[in-house]
């Protein structure tokens, strides 16, 4: 056989991979196009759903009609979009997800096999347990901050000028001749909406540590002895990622940095468990040395 030969049978498979890959791209993004579409339907219910933290913050300061506004004629169109694009993701993604098993799954063993599809079905939930958790309890917790802190520093501002005066009952009302400019909210939609996203990105994201961690103790990159021993530079680091991922507000970061922070000592304990589990699976294979590793 000659080298043109050998070449032309070592250059085959390759030809074969990337058409392959081709195949399950453009099935992929036909599932994301179709998701896209279906979401942009229910758009609008969707964006009222992701709005309810800063309606109830609203409502809960007094006001009876939370209004939020757009500036420009395309904005709320775009806003609709945008919805439409993160919605249509986690729609196809089931599908994306399928796509990338069928492409990947020849190439590995039955071991293998085994090991990654759990995690290919774990991590969407995941990210889903993430999502809610930033939609029903930090997005709400944060619209309280911050909506309530513009509240009350207006209220400090007029005690500091002496615009407050008591009345009956202990109730505290500002005259209407009090100097000053009134400070009232008027909520752009986009701006609004870009805060709530960004909350569910962020946990979504975070909550996938122990899915992370798991499936690099499960290859051997890591070991829960090794994340162990490094618990306070993992710290340092979830601190420096709740001040960049979420608003300057102490409570937010707080609450992100006590919810990565355990996710991952559960991380260290999956590890853990998986080590154990190798472990018990060499020594009744007869491959484990129980003297050579207590050495």
Known sequence: MSQSDDIEDSTAPLIEHLAELRTRLIRSVLAFIVGIILAFTVAEPILQFLLQPIEASLRALGDPSPTLQYTSPQEYLFTLFRI???????????????????FVA???????????????????????????????????????FFLGFADVASV???????????V??????????????????????????DITLKFIMAFGLCFQLPVLLTLMGKAG????????????????????????????DVVTQLILFTV???????????????????EAKLRAEGFYDDEVEGE
């Open 84 to 102: 439409s694009m993160v919605f249509g993701f986690a729609l196809s993604f089931p599908v994306i997800g399928h796509q990338l098993w069928r």
């Open 106 to 144: 020849p190439g590995l063993y039955k071991s293998e096999k085994g090991a990654f599809l759990p995690f290919l079905i774990a991590s969407p939930f995941m990210f889903l347990l993430g999502a809610a958790f930033a939609q029903f309890v930090v997005t709400p917790l944060a619209m309280q």
């Open 156 to 166: 400090f501002a007029n005690l500091m000028q002496g615009a407050v005066q008591e």
């Open 168 to 193: 009956p009952g202990d109730v505290a009302v500002v005259p209407e001749t009090a100097e000053g400019v009134k400070i009232t909210f008027f909520g752009k939609v986009n701006e609004s909406l």
């Open 221 to 248: 990159l890591v070991t829960a002895e090794g994340l162990g021993g490094v618990r306070k530079y993992a710290m340092v680091g979830i601190l420096v990622l709740a001040a960049l991922v979420t608003p300057p």
């Open 260 to 278: 990565v922070y355990g996710l991952y000592e559960v991380s260290i304990f999956l590890v853990a468990r998986v080590e154990k589990k190798r």
